[in-house]
């Protein structure tokens, strides 16, 4: 059974850094596509970055390129998103999701954590 558990959210002052953690469990982590996405208040769920099964290349959006880095520890089978310089938009509940097959980077993923809060505010 697929599982995926985030942690590390929080609340974060604007330019602060946080490390987002996902412990999965009932698969090989390096062999799905995996990410992570965002849902804020009133607004649809995004892809913030993602891994690609199929030849590892990595996706970002505009809004977070250069600040998120995504990685992953295959030994712990754990997906990794440092988030560096945050700002007040970048404030929502963030999700890691995995699927067997190579995808976009769309919220249409098999597999699905719990979510974790991330709150920018000073």
């Known amino acids: 059974q697929v599982q995926l558990v985030e942690s ?4 974060v002052q604007p330019g602060g850094s946080l490390r987002l953690s996902c412990a999965a469990s009932g698969f090989i ?6 990410g992570w996405f965002r849902q804020a208040p009133e607004k649809e769920r995004e892809g913030v970055s993602c891994i690609n099964n199929s030849n590892g290349s990595t996706y970002y959006a505009d809004s ?23 700002k007040p938009e970048d404030t929502a509940v963030y999700y890691c ?7 976009l980077c769309l ?3 098999e597999s699905w954590g719990q979510g974790t809060q991330v709150t920018v505010s000073s």
């Open 8 to 11: 590390g959210g929080g609340l």
């Open 64 to 86: 977070v390129k250069g600040r998120f880095t995504i990685s992953r520890d295959n030994a712990k089978n754990t997906l990794y998103l440092q988030m560096n310089s945050l």
């Open 107 to 109: 919220p249409f993923f």
């Open 97 to 103: 999701a995995a699927d067997p097959k190579e995808r």
């Open 29 to 34: 982590l390096d062999d799905y596509t995996i």
